[in-house]
């Protein structure tokens, strides 16, 4: 198993190095929109500290970041007036992971509505820092 790359994107915007929507942080976990959202409101959550995935994390940093998920989730379900969410996490590449820095989807779902496909284009810029400041005011 590869070990954990620190020029990962996830570990760029950690370090303020590349733009994220954020919509909530504290000293353990950030949580920022993902650019290619399943639907809309899609968000990552992601721990402070290093790990690629699953395999590999601490399980004391694994406990706090699914109090954080949890913490997101109902902030993101609130704000967006879903009905539900998906909550997705991919471990290595034959899973699907692409980006190696451990992170939990949380993607808020209408009755009736399914996830997905994948955009092809990222999202417009003004419309995920709306969607940001929403779910900001919902925690
Ligand atoms: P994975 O397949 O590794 O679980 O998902 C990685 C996620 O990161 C994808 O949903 C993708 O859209 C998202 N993503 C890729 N590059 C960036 C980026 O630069 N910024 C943000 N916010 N999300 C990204």
Same mark, same amino acid.
């Given at each position: 198993?590869?070990?954990?790359?620190?020029?990962?994107? *996830? =570990?760029?915007?950690l370090?303020?190095?590349l733009?994220?929507?954020?919509?909530y942080?504290?000293?353990?976990?950030?949580? *920022?929109?993902?650019? *290619?959202?399943? +639907?809309?409101?899609?968000t990552?959550?992601?721990?402070k500290?290093? +790990?690629?995935?699953?395999?590999?994390?601490?399980p004391?940093?694994l406990?706090?970041?699914?109090?954080?998920?949890?913490?997101?989730a109902r =902030?993101?379900?609130?704000a967006?007036?879903?009905?539900g969410f998906q909550?997705?996490q991919?471990n290595?590449?034959?899973?699907?992971?692409?980006v190696f820095?451990?992170?939990f989807?949380?993607?808020?779902?209408r009755e009736?509505?399914?996830?997905?496909?994948?955009?092809q284009?990222?999202?417009?810029?003004?419309q995920?820092? =709306?969607?940001a400041?929403?779910?900001?005011?919902? *925690?």
């Amino acid at each position: 198993m590869s070990t954990y790359d620190p020029d990962n994107i *996830f =570990a760029k915007i950690l370090r303020g190095e590349l733009p994220a929507h954020k919509v909530y942080e504290d000293d353990d976990i950030l949580a *920022f929109m993902d650019i *290619f959202p399943l +639907s809309e409101g899609h968000t990552l959550v992601i721990p402070k500290k290093p +790990s690629r995935n699953l395999l590999d994390i601490d399980p004391d940093v694994l406990c706090t970041l699914m109090r954080g998920v949890q913490k997101v989730a109902r =902030a993101v379900v609130k704000a967006l007036n879903a009905d539900g969410f998906q909550l997705r996490q991919y471990n290595e590449a034959a899973a699907g992971q692409e980006v190696f820095h451990t992170h939990f989807h949380i993607i808020p779902v209408r009755e009736g509505q399914r996830p997905g496909p994948r955009p092809q284009e990222m999202a417009d810029q003004e419309q995920l820092a =709306a969607v940001a400041a929403r779910i900001r005011a919902a *925690f």
